[in-house]
Structures are given as C-alpha cells and as structure tokens.
C-alpha cells in the first residue's frame, strides 16, 4: 500500500542537453520512494511571492537511489518547460511530486514481447522501460519506433545507437531524413508499424506516447493491424504542457 | 508556501489597482476547456429564454442578428487569476430579450450547446450589465472563445460567461451550475475574491 | 486545434492527493452509457478551473476534480463503479 503523495523538495544534481531544445534533468530528492518505468511527475515551481506553476513530466530513467531523471521538451511560450531548460542550474530547488501513474508502466517480471511507439518528446517513458530492461537483464523482446522531426531532434542519440541484443529501432522521420535513408519523410503509417512492431499474434503489450494527434493515429494503426484495445497502452501529452 | 526556487518569476505580471485581489494582468487570450467545444452551424442555432411557467421565446441567427448591437469594452476577470483589460465586444444586451418575456423569478440558469450551465440571480444579466456577444476585437467570435455567441456578464468571474450560449431558464429556486456544484463560488464577485465555495 | 484533452494518466498526481492506491488503474464504469475501462484512458480535459475527465466512448463527464486552496471536491457521479486492485 502506498502513502498519500505529498511535495518533496528536489535539487538539480547536474543537467545535460539532448537537442537544441531539451535536456535531461538530473535531480536528487530525499525520501524518493522508487518508481515502476514508465511513470511520471508532477513539478511545480513556486517564485518568491507565491505565485506557482505546476507540470507533469515523465520520469526518464530507472531511479538510483534517491536520484531521478526527467528529460525535458521547451515550449515556446511555456512557463515551466523554458525554466527547466534555460534557467535552473545545480544546487537550485523545486518541487516534485511522485511517483504516479500505474496504468502507463512496463514492469520487468512481464516476459511478453513489446512495442514501443515515440512521437517527438514521447520517447522518455518509453527510454525508461528501455533502461528499466536493460538494468533488469530482461529478455523480453522490445521493438521502438520513434517518430521524430529529424535527425538533430534525437533523444538520447548516442545511447540508443549502440547495439542492444533484443532491442530493435526504426527510426520514422517526418519532416527530413538522413542521406541514404530508404523511407521518404512523412507520418507514420500501417506499413512502418507491420515492419517495425510485433504481429498482432505474438500477443505484444503496446506502449504508445506522444502529441495527441499522434497517439491517437498509432492507436487506430495498431487496432487496424489487430491488436486487441486493452493490449494498447496510451499516454498523450497535451495542450497544457509547457 | 512551498519551497522558491531561484530565478522562476512565471507567466504573470505585476498587478495593479485596477485589478481585482489576487488577479494578474495577460495580454494573450486564455482558452480553459472542459470538454470538445461545440460546433454549431448558424442555420440550427437558437437563443431561448424559458421562464418558470413554461413559456419559451426564441431567436434564431437572423433574429439575433436583427436586434440592436452594442459595443461594450469591459474588463475580465478569470477565476485562474488572470484579467484581461479593455476587451470590446459585439452583441445584444440582455435587456432587449427580456423586453417581453413575463417572470418573477429570481434566479437564471444558462445553459450552452455541449452542456456546459451556470447559474447567477436574475438580476445580475439586466440593467445593462449583460450581453449576448458574437464578435470579439472586432472579428467573428471564434468556437474555442465561445463561437457563434456566448454570454457576456463581466462583473463576475469569466466562467459565469457562458461560451457557446443556448438558453437562459428562469426558476423560482436557486440551481447551481457546472463549476458550482464543484467547489466553484456560487456568486462569483472579483472584487470580493469569491472563488472557492466558502470564500 | 485537434490536441484540447490529455488522458487519464494526467489524473494519477492529482488523485495520488487524495487515495492511498493508484486510481488510473482501476476500471470504471460510464453511468451513461455502460463503457467500461482504465481511469488512464479518459479524456481529460483542464487542469484549470478544474480536471473534466469524460468517457472515450460517449464524452459524458465521468469525474470532475476542483482543487482549492486546503480543499479537494471530487464528483463521481458520471461514474456507476471503480475496480481497484487493492494487495491484500
């Protein structure tokens, strides 16, 4: 049984950019409690008059300890999401609360193939079960797609391109594609999930996180394809983001 | 008050005497949503005022459109904490749909397509003080502001002004709303801060 | 603008305020038309003036969360019934 939540207060341990426009945020925050890959945060900043913000951010990475990791996508005009990136620095404080969410998750005892659908900043939860795997030494075998503007709007680039026995990646650009990429650029289709996924007999769990308009055109794909609804796990990120 | 963390500042600006307690000034427009927002076609919109004996009058487009405009320039304030200075407005004042419709009721319950009702008391739609609006800063009032009309009373909190406005039902005993019924105040007074039940 | 709502999974801090157990988990009931599923995979609309989750399948409100300052107002009642997978 798990406790009320309640604020803790987090400090930044060190961040690092992964593109242009976010970064990982590394914080430590005394009494973290550990989380299931695939949760999320609350964040919320208070200024000196009292005036708060407060944002949601999936958890990135296994926890170490007392340690966590959110990676963050600015949003023009946004309130929260352009202090993370821009402003806060080590030792500066905020406040998080969690972890939450217990639908969204992959959990390392599940041995069931999975398929993991990104679109844009909606690879973190899915990079956290990619690492929860890793660090677990599961076998199960996992599939992402991860669809993406272009090439410099990689997450995690360097990672995600050393091999990984049982990981396979195909990467959907949209708007440009490296030279020699076979794929012309557009939005992801039936075609990239048929080659990319797992066959809708293999029973895979299907995990799908994104914009909105996104998420919901995977999820019509992967029905299309015939994965039954309750084996489609989904997770938008929405309009109040920032 | 929880933890500051260094240099956040937020979205807001510094407000002045002009606002209400607790409010910031915006320059944007916010858009709260509850839920999908409605699209009516102008050819199947109606106003309708439904009194407590049973009696409804009604407008369509071309009727509402008939009615003698106005063009208020008033301050609003959000429940959220923002305001918004100096917006101006097209409509019907709700004066000119009272003018024959017969009550005694004391109370009003708005309602809107998609579902959306709020009540306030009778009094605070009339004397000049309320509108049925369709034009924004000039433009056609777009379907996320509340397009094709929505209410406009604001002395109140901005979620009395109900967007996408259908009817107006006149009762005997008080009926809360959407936000009401949820915690919100039942009255609503900016100035007065009123906007948690018990406020 | 194609993106208004967020899903249920925006439900898990804010009821983690109030329930001891992970409520977007748990499977509901529609109280209007019958649906049932994961609290994860409403439409949730907000967070401001408050949190609308409504039925994927009908759109009706199955439950409202205002919070105010020391006070939460929870309404349940577009909601027949919650599942919840409780250890024991």
């Given at each position: 049984?798990?406790?009320?939540?309640?604020?803790?207060?987090?400090?930044?341990?060190?961040?690092?950019?992964?593109?242009?426009?976010?970064r990982?945020l590394?914080?430590?925050v005394?009494?973290?409690?550990?989380?299931?890959?695939?949760?999320?945060v609350?964040?919320?900043l208070?200024?000196?008059?009292?005036y708060?913000a407060?944002?949601?951010y999936?958890?990135?990475?296994?926890?170490?300890?007392?340690?966590?990791?959110?990676?963050v996508?600015?949003?023009?005009?946004?309130?929260?999401?352009?202090?993370?990136?821009?402003?806060?620095?080590?030792?500066?404080?905020?406040?998080?609360?969690?972890p939450?969410?217990?639908?969204?998750v992959?959990?390392p005892?599940?041995?069931?193939?999975?398929?993991?659908?990104?679109?844009?900043?909606?690879?973190?939860?899915?990079?956290?079960m990619?690492?929860?795997?890793r660090?677990?030494?599961s076998?199960?075998?996992?599939?992402?797609l991860?669809?993406?503007r272009?090439?410099?709007?990689?997450y995690?680039?360097a990672?995600?391109r050393?091999?990984?026995?049982?990981?396979?990646?195909?990467?959907?650009?949209?708007?440009?594609?490296?030279?020699?990429?076979?794929?012309?650029a557009?939005?992801?289709?039936?075609?990239?999930?048929?080659?990319?996924?797992w066959?809708?007999?293999?029973?895979?769990?299907c995990?799908?996180?994104?914009?909105?308009?996104?998420?919901?055109?995977?999820?019509?794909?992967?029905?299309?394809?015939?994965?039954?609804?309750?084996?489609?796990?989904?997770?938008?990120?929405?309009?109040t983001?920032? | 008050?929880?933890i500051v963390?260094?240099?956040?500042?937020?979205?807001?600006r510094?407000?002045?005497?002009?606002?209400?307690?607790?409010?910031?000034?915006?320059?944007?427009?916010?858009?709260?949503s509850?839920?999908?927002?409605?699209?009516?076609?102008?050819?199947?919109?109606?106003?309708a005022?439904?009194?407590?004996?049973?009696?409804?009058?009604?407008?369509?487009w071309q009727e509402?459109?008939?009615?003698?405009?106005?063009?208020?320039?008033?301050?609003?304030?959000?429940?959220?904490?923002?305001?918004?200075l100096?917006?101006t407005?097209?409509?019907?004042?709700?004066d000119?749909?009272?003018e024959?419709?017969?009550?005694a009721?004391?109370?009003?319950?708005?309602?809107?397509?998609g579902?959306?009702?709020?009540?306030?008391?009778?009094?605070?739609?009339?004397?000049?003080?309320?509108w049925?609006?369709?034009?924004?800063d000039?433009?056609?009032?777009?379907?996320?502001?509340?397009?094709?009309a929505?209410?406009?009373v604001?002395?109140?909190?901005?979620?009395?002004?109900a967007?996408?406005?259908?009817?107006?039902?006149?009762?005997?005993?008080?009926?809360p709303?959407?936000?009401?019924?949820?915690?919100?105040?039942?009255?609503?007074?900016?100035?007065?801060?009123q906007?948690?039940?018990?406020? | 603008?194609?993106?208004?709502?967020?899903?249920?999974?925006?439900?898990a801090?804010?009821?983690?305020?109030?329930?001891?157990?992970?409520?977007t988990?748990?499977i509901?009931?529609?109280?209007s038309?019958?649906?049932?599923g994961?609290v994860?995979?409403?439409r949730v609309?907000?967070?401001?003036?408050?949190?609308?989750?409504?039925?994927?399948?009908?759109?009706?409100?199955?439950?409202?969360l205002?919070?105010?300052?020391?006070?939460?107002?929870?309404?349940?009642r577009?909601?027949?019934s919650?599942?919840l997978?409780?250890?024991?």
């Open positions: 049984m798990r406790r009320r939540l309640v604020w803790r207060a987090a400090r930044l341990h060190e961040s690092r950019a992964e593109t242009a426009t976010a990982t590394v914080f430590d005394p009494g973290w409690p550990g989380h299931v890959a695939g949760q999320h609350d964040v919320r208070t200024a000196d008059d009292g708060t407060q944002r949601s999936s958890l990135a990475a296994p926890a170490d300890g007392e340690r966590i990791e959110l990676t996508e600015t949003v023009p005009d946004g309130e929260v999401s352009p202090y993370l990136n821009e402003v806060v620095e080590p030792g500066d404080q905020v406040e998080i609360r969690g939450v969410g217990g639908w969204f992959w959990r005892e599940s041995k069931a193939p999975v398929v993991l659908v990104g679109g844009g900043s909606g690879i973190v939860p899915l990079m956290a990619i690492r929860a795997r660090q677990a030494g076998r199960a075998p996992f599939r992402l991860y669809s993406l272009d090439q410099d709007s990689r995690f680039a990672e995600l050393q091999p990984e026995a049982g990981l396979d990646i195909a990467y959907l650009y949209t708007r440009a594609t490296p030279s020699g990429a076979a794929r012309p557009g939005r992801i289709t039936l075609a990239d999930l048929a080659e990319g996924g066959p809708a007999d293999f029973e895979p769990d995990y799908v996180c994104g914009p909105t308009g996104f998420v919901e055109a995977a999820a019509d794909l992967l029905l299309a394809l015939g994965h039954p609804p309750e084996r489609i796990r989904t997770e938008r990120f929405g309009p983001g920032g | 008050m929880g963390s260094r240099g956040f500042r937020g979205r807001r510094e407000g002045g005497d002009e606002l209400p307690p607790g409010q910031y000034l915006v320059e944007d427009f916010p858009v709260l509850a839920g999908p927002t409605p699209r009516v076609p102008l050819d199947r919109w109606e106003f005022i439904d009194t407590e004996d049973g009696q409804t009058h009604r407008w369509s509402f459109m008939a009615l003698p405009m106005q063009t208020p320039t008033v301050d609003i304030h959000c429940v959220t904490k923002w305001t918004k100096g917006t407005w097209e409509g019907v004042s709700l000119v749909f009272f024959d419709v017969e009550s009721a004391e109370y009003a319950l708005v309602y809107s397509y579902g959306y009702t709020t009540n306030l008391p009778l009094e605070e739609l009339l004397d000049g003080k309320a049925i609006v369709h034009s924004f000039g433009e056609e009032l777009e379907p996320r502001h509340g397009g094709p929505r209410l406009l604001p002395h109140l909190y901005f979620w009395k002004s967007k996408w406005v259908r009817g107006i039902r006149l009762l005997n005993e008080d009926s709303g959407v936000w009401e019924t949820a915690g919100y105040h039942n009255y609503g007074d900016p100035w007065r801060e906007r948690y039940e018990g406020d | 603008m194609t993106a208004e709502h967020l899903d249920g999974n925006a439900l801090g804010p009821l983690g305020e109030i329930f001891a157990v992970d409520v988990a748990a509901g009931r529609c109280a038309c019958g649906l049932t994961p994860a995979a409403l609309y907000g967070p401001e003036p408050g949190l609308v989750a409504r039925c994927p399948g009908c759109e009706e409100v199955v439950l409202r205002v919070r105010g300052p020391g006070t939460a107002w929870l309404d349940l577009g909601t027949v919650l599942r997978n409780i250890p024991d």
